[in-house]
């Protein structure tokens, strides 16, 4: 006999992976930064069926359309693709696997070859309520945090960059597009208004969402 | 096209700016036919809403025609008239579902300054800082309008647009504010601030069923106003009046069932706690000047409803939470859930219940903005809502 006997709506424990964030009960806390390792986890909770998400974010050539400074994605193989970002002038190509791939629950994935090492996984998890899906990014990358702390100076760290691309992913999966207000009018910004649009990270051009225009 | 700009603090500017173009499949853009000057216009004016850049347009309560929509805009064509709601939602996240609009998840393209303040980030909204999403406002020739197929409310009738125009904001706010008064039959419900907010509280407070209304501010021509709508006036400007006893005599000592703090983040005190505020802010050790909010936590009798439709941003000093736990009294507050409002509140002016009009004083043109954002700061001129016609070349 249990203490507690009446939970109506009580979930059931989730599955382990590595992104999860319950372990046997206790909360798992992200893992730390360190050894030349950066780590982000974050989650989002999106109004859509696990198996339209899960093929939304396996559909790695669509990847430019909700992921920042994604320039082409590339499939060469069954697992595998070809990766090109532009951040400012540099161009940052690498290849990847994936390494896990259940579909309508998880993706992990890591990177095989080329200028950036980093590898990640995804999970989608039922929400309960009919609130849609719990979706959980975990993303670690081969970089000291010196030089994280100069990429949020310079442009967007990538811990932010994982965390705006999730936010990205889940507009684009509810709505059908990413909110955006770059490419708006506006008066003559100045000096202050233009190291303000910097600080505040709207030099990253907001990813398109769409592959047509909007008329 | 011609926009009113944003260019520091104290500094607005009538400019010429490019026309906005549409930018995702549920853009439309409005010709503007009528814009306002809002209360909460006036914190962006003096600099108390942080991330504000120069350049940006302003006006958050504005109306029109449709100019132009997106290809996925099916409820709206070119030459429709419309009121757009100062909140942008998306209409599909798990808080527009639960109808609390003002919470979208998907229309602040800024969303992580917001989670840097506030832990998460409520919806966007109209030219108001780029923490609130950086969207360029309405007091402007033209306007882009996201996610124009769930907000914008369309006007079938021929209601001149001052009658409808406030249904972008001000009319919706006073309502919710009432509602989240949670007025029964019979109540006394005290409004701090007799401003277009304030009087459309208490206009939605007597339409909501409460008996007395007690209206305190100490501006001559707001308390008139007031009291043509059905109001007592508590005027706190006078020497030898104390809002506290005031509500105390008039309650039979109880003290008012609801108070609703529609003055918000720079509220004036003849107190010693005004002048603490005034150094505290001008530290930078508190932000916001709460004087309005203290006083309506102090009056509201045990087990009532203090309800803030008045904008704070930051911090407060000296919130005095032992009475309001001492009490037992109910808070409730935040951005209005606009989509709720608009469609039930036009009824109540087709049908004759109200016409929002009332509270206008000056019309217009864009030119003139700047100068009055002056006047509204320094209430001279006995304004109390300034209305512009975009298109107009001299003022009527």
């Given amino acids: 006999m249990n203490a507690l006997n009446e939970k109506p709506n009580a979930e059931v424990s ?44 396996r559909d790695v050539e669509s990847a430019p359309l909700w992921q920042e400074q994604i320039v082409s994605v590339m499939r060469t193989g069954e697992r595998t693709s070809h990766w090109v970002m532009q951040v400012n002038d540099e161009r940052v190509e690498w290849d990847s696997e994936v390494l896990k791939d259940e579909p309508g629950k998880r993706i992990a994935w890591h990177s095989i070859d080329g200028d950036s090492e980093n590898a990640g996984e995804v999970i989608f998890e039922r929400a309960t309520a009919d609130r849609g899906t719990m979706v959980t990014v975990l993303q670690e990358f081969k970089m000291s945090t010196l030089a994280s702390a100069w990429e949020t100076l310079t442009g967007r760290n990538p811990k932010q960059a994982v965390v705006e691309n999730l936010r990205h992913f889940k507009a684009l999966a509810e709505t059908g597009e990413i909110p955006r207000s770059q490419g708006q009018p506006h008066g003559p910004r100045g000096l202050v208004g233009k190291f303000k649009a910097s600080a505040y990270g709207e030099k990253i051009a907001t990813p398109s969402g769409v592959r047509s225009k909007a008329s | 096209m ?59 309560e504005f109306m029109g025609i449709v100019e132009e929509v997106g290809k996925e805009v099916t409820n709206l064509k070119r030459g429709d008239r419309v009121v757009v709601p100062f909140t942008i939602a998306c209409g599909n996240c798990l808080f527009c579902k639960k109808k609390i609009w003002a919470a979208c998840d998907n229309s602040n393209p800024n969303a992580h300054l917001m989670e840097a303040a506030y832990g998460y980030s409520g919806s966007g909204l109209f030219g108001y800082s780029h923490m609130m999403g950086g969207y360029a406002g309405g007091q402007a020739q033209y306007v882009r309008v996201p996610f124009a197929n769930i907000g914008p409310l369309k006007i079938e009738s021929d209601l001149p647009d001052e009658k409808v125009l406030f249904l972008s904001d001000i009319f919706p706010t006073g309502y919710m504010a009432a509602e989240n008064a949670q007025i029964q039959e019979g109540d006394t419900v005290a409004v701090w601030g007799c401003g277009p907010v304030g009087q459309f509280a208490i206009a939605s407070a007597f339409m909501l069923g409460a008996a007395r209304v007690i209206a305190i501010d100490r501006l001559p021509e707001r308390l008139e106003m007031a009291r043509s709508i059905g109001a007592v006036t508590v005027d706190f400007g006078e020497e030898d009046v104390s809002v506290l006893t005031a509500l105390k005599d008039l309650t039979g000592g109880t003290g008012p069932d609801a108070c609703i703090d529609a003055v918000g983040l720079e509220s004036h005190s003849r107190e010693l706690q005004g002048f603490y505020d005034r150094v505290k802010t001008a530290l930078m050790l508190e932000t916001d000047r709460p004087s309005v909010l203290r006083q309506a936590i102090q009056a509201v009798r045990k087990g009532g409803t203090v309800s803030i439709p008045g904008v704070y941003g930051g911090l407060l000093d000296k919130v005095p939470f032992g009475a309001a736990f001492g009490k037992g009294i109910t808070m409730k507050m935040g951005q209005t859930n606009m989509h709720n409002y608009m469609k039930p509140l036009l009824n109540r002016i087709e049908s004759g219940q109200i016409d929002p009009s009332y509270i206008i004083s000056h019309r217009i043109t864009l030119e003139e903005a700047p100068r009055m954002y002056e006047v509204w700061r320094d209430k001279k001129e006995s304004v109390t809502k300034i209305v512009i016609d975009p298109w107009a070349e001299i003022a009527a």
């Fill in chain 1, 14 to 57: 989730p599955r382990q992976t590595e992104a999860s964030t319950i372990l046997d009960g206790r909360y798992v806390p992200p893992p730390k930064d360190g050894d030349g390792k950066i780590w982000i986890r974050t989650s989002a909770m999106v109004n859509a069926p696990a198996e339209e998400l899960y093929r939304m974010w």
């Fill in chain 2, 2 to 60: 011609k926009a009113v700009c944003w260019m520091g603090t104290s500094k607005v500017e009538t400019l010429n700016v490019a026309d906005p173009a549409l930018l995702n499949p549920h853009d439309a853009i409005i010709k503007v036919t009528r814009t306002a000057i809002c209360g909460s216009d006036l914190h962006l004016f003096d600099g108390f809403i942080p991330t504000m850049e120069a350049g940006d347009i302003l006006g958050h």
